[in-house]
């Protein structure tokens, strides 16, 4: 495995503890510590089922076929679930309106006659500028117009992560996807970093904290 | 690959920036906020202690005359410091409970009207009572007390510096006016409303916080200078109370 797989893959473990360690003090913080939960495991899942769907005969039919549909939509979870973190951290909104947006990308996608090849590659796309978008809408108006929101560590990490987003859905233009892979990993890395060391200034700042009624 | 990371450094720097000053802003924003509430709670606190000390006054006045009455008096006497008494304790307990009560029942508010000529009838100064008719007011009862009693303790001040000055209350058409004679007519203007601003030597926050007050019982303050008298008129606001006004 290539340096920064490896880097991503010890790195969300190290910031999935960190994120429930606050969560314990922190209720409001479970839902990011989740996210990222769901990240870690999204990360090991896949390189489980990336050998298996590589290595299949092409058409894909039968457990091959059914495994790529779990990987788009693990895919898909990374950009959908990141808006739902959002819509609620910022907007205070419930996030059902994302999952449901994530659900029925992923139904698009299941449909190989018309999701396939370079369109699939676009509506992945798509998917993930949109996400980015709305993510950075939600983030902007809590900033600006929401009054009953204090900014906490949840909100800095989604800042990261959606600030590392714009690198990295600008790079496949610059460089195209094969070539951007590694680019995305390198910037993975690095929002990984900052977000840990965050959830480690945060919980060595505050040793003993009351737990929120 | 150096530019990529250059560029990354550099937008979770500008993200941490942005998330900073989000958060020095809503620091600012509830420290104003607090400052402001403890601003309000003393002027709260300060407005109280004045009516408390015009109360405790009355009493002390009260106290003074009992020097000096006939036996056959001091039955009015007694009952005019025990309501005197169950003011100020009123008002100390307004203390403990902070804001006024939000009950938005429509009261009758003859009996703290009446109440509050009781109160001034014993400073000496003669009090005389006109038509009574229906007058109503929302929410706390000791709010409405407290503005009563400033306009009737200030009248009574003001007749009182006047020779053979009399006070006069009267009720009508859901309006109580409260008139008084005073020595200099000039010096009520509007700013007579405005805390700080004082004639008469108080500290001059008797009428500014009974327009507050008057607004949340349902009540608006405004007075009509007539030769050397002045007449302080208290009209319930038509949005307090229901439309069928019977």
């Known amino acids: 495995m290539e340096p920064l797989r490896i880097a991503v893959c010890a790195l969300y473990p190290i910031l999935a503890i960190l994120a429930w360690c606050v969560a314990r003090s922190r209720p409001a913080h479970r839902w990011l510590a989740a996210y990222v939960t769901w990240m870690m495991a999204v990360d090991w899942l896949r390189l489980g089922i990336r050998p298996i769907v590589e290595a299949a005969l092409r058409p894909l039919a039968g457990v091959p076929l059914a495994l790529l549909h779990v990987d788009d939509l693990l895919v898909l979870s990374w950009s959908f679930l990141f808006l739902a973190c959002c819509l609620h951290y910022f907007a205070g909104r419930s996030p059902w309106a994302a999952l449901g947006a994530g659900a029925a990308t992923w139904a698009i996608t299941l449909n190989s006659r018309i999701a396939s090849g370079e369109v699939l590659s676009w509506i992945f796309q798509l998917a993930s500028l949109g996400c980015l978008m709305a993510s950075w809408a939600c983030i902007v108006w809590g900033m600006l117009r929401a009054r009953k929101i204090e900014p906490g560590l949840a909100h800095l990490v989604l800042i990261l992560y959606a600030s590392g987003d714009v690198v990295i859905n600008l790079i496949p233009f610059a460089h195209g996807f094969q070539i951007g892979w590694p680019l995305m990993r390198l910037v993975s890395v690095l929002v990984l970093s900052g977000c840990v060391a965050a959830h480690a200034i945060w919980l060595r700042g505050r040793p003993s904290v009351a737990l929120e009624a | ?246």
């Open chain 2, 1 to 246: 690959m150096w530019e990529v990371l250059i560029f990354t450094v550099f937008a979770l720097l500008l993200g941490v920036l942005t998330w900073w000053m989000w958060q020095q802003r809503d620091l600012a924003r509830r420290q104003a906020k607090t400052d402001a509430e403890l601003t309000a709670l003393g002027k709260g606190v300060r407005a109280l202690a004045h009516d408390l000390h015009q109360t405790l006054e009355l009493i002390i006045a009260t106290t003074e005359r009992a020097r000096h009455i006939t036996p056959g008096g001091i039955p009015e006497m007694l009952d005019g410091l025990e309501k005197a008494a169950r003011s100020a304790a009123s008002l100390v307990q307004t203390l403990g409970n902070g804001a006024p009560g939000e009950d938005s029942a429509v009261k009758c508010a003859k009996g703290i009207v009446y109440l509050g000529i009781i109160l001034v009838r014993s400073s000496g100064v003669s009090v005389e009572v006109g038509e009574m008719g229906s007058f109503r007011y929302v929410g706390a009862e000791v709010d409405a007390l407290r503005v009563l009693q400033n306009l009737l303790v200030n009248a009574v001040r003001e007749a009182g510096r006047v020779d053979g000055g009399k006070v006069r209350v009267e009720v009508r058409d859901r309006t109580l006016r409260v008139t008084n004679p005073v020595r200099d007519p000039g010096l009520l203007d509007d700013r007579i409303y405005a805390q700080g601003v004082s004639h008469a030597g108080s500290a001059g926050m008797g009428l500014a916080t009974s327009r507050q007050l008057a607004a949340l019982v349902g009540w608006s303050i405004r007075h009509e200078v007539r030769g050397h008298e002045v007449c302080f008129v208290v009209e319930e606001l038509p949005e307090a109370f229901p439309a069928d006004r019977s």
